[in-house]
């Protein structure tokens, strides 16, 4: 479950699967930069010219399912893995981002709207 492991946790496994790999010498900045946009190409492959029902149609197929899954999970292995060689510290870079994201979206003028921070 989600609950069950930490952030750094999940760093520290992943950092582990490269390093008994020796791929260190392949995850720079770049490189990782790219699988991150890789793999979240793939996962948008999964829903291109899906309607929202047809999304929530795929969803509900275990294999479809499994195969997004195993995408998110490519995407947070790239995530996780920049952030632990370049010492990006998520958490606190996530609460900074919310933070600056509730002051551009207000409640009060962003509530049930998709528009962006400067169209409200």
Not at 20 to 31: I, P, S
């Amino acid at each position: 479950m989600d609950k069950s492991i930490s952030i750094s946790d999940l760093k520290k496994r992943v950092q582990k699967f490269c390093e008994n790999r020796d791929w260190d010498q392949f995850h720079g900045a770049k490189d990782l930069a790219i699988g991150v946009i890789t793999e979240a190409a793939e996962l948008l492959e999964r829903f291109r010219f899906l309607s929202d029902d047809q999304a929530r149609r795929l969803l509900s197929t275990p294999s479809k399912r499994k195969e997004v899954e195993e995408e998110l999970a490519d995407i947070l292995f790239f995530v996780l893995r920049f952030s632990q060689r370049f010492q990006i510290d998520l958490d606190e870079s996530l609460r900074k981002k919310l933070k600056k994201n509730a002051a551009k979206y207000p409640i009060k003028k962003a509530r049930g709207k998709n528009l962006k921070y400067t169209d409200l």
